[in-house]
């Protein structure tokens, strides 16, 4: 399972703070993610279902360019655990916690 949980949660508690001052006098929104699974492309406006192995396809496209968020997350929970000796162990999260994040990206 690696970090996919968590990358996912973190990515829409970013997503989630785009702001467009001329939608409806403005507005926060979800910013759309880009991800390839199983040689597929999506782009999700709600959670990303992205296995772990790709998260390092996760992006937001910005025009011409892409941000690479799904790897930008993975280093920087590897520079958490490393700076700081802190270990996010995936597998102890509590399944409630996660089933009701899930629910918050519906």
Same mark, same amino acid.
């Given at each position: =399972?690696?970090?996919? $949980? ?5 990515? $829409? ?13 403005? $507005? ?7 991800? $390839? ?20 396809? =996760?992006?937001?496209? #910005?025009?011409?360019?892409? @941000?690479?968020?799904?790897?930008? @997350? *993975?280093?920087?929970?590897? #520079? *958490? ?6 270990? *996010?162990?995936?597998?102890? #999260? ?6 009701? =994040?899930?629910?918050? #990206?519906?």
């Amino acid at each position: =399972m690696g970090y996919s $949980k968590l990358v996912r949660k973190l990515e $829409k508690i970013i997503a989630q703070n785009c702001y467009n001052t001329k939608f409806e006098g403005g $507005k926060f929104y979800r910013y759309p993610v880009h991800y $390839k699974k199983n040689g597929t492309h999506y782009i999700a406006k709600g959670i990303a279902d992205v296995p772990y192995e790709s998260i390092k396809t =996760m992006y937001y496209e #910005f025009g011409t360019n892409r @941000l690479y968020i799904g790897n930008a @997350l *993975l280093e920087i929970i590897s #520079f *958490l655990e490393e700076a700081f000796g802190v270990y *996010l162990d995936p597998d102890s #999260f509590d399944d409630a916690y996660w089933e009701d =994040m899930e629910e918050d #990206f519906k």
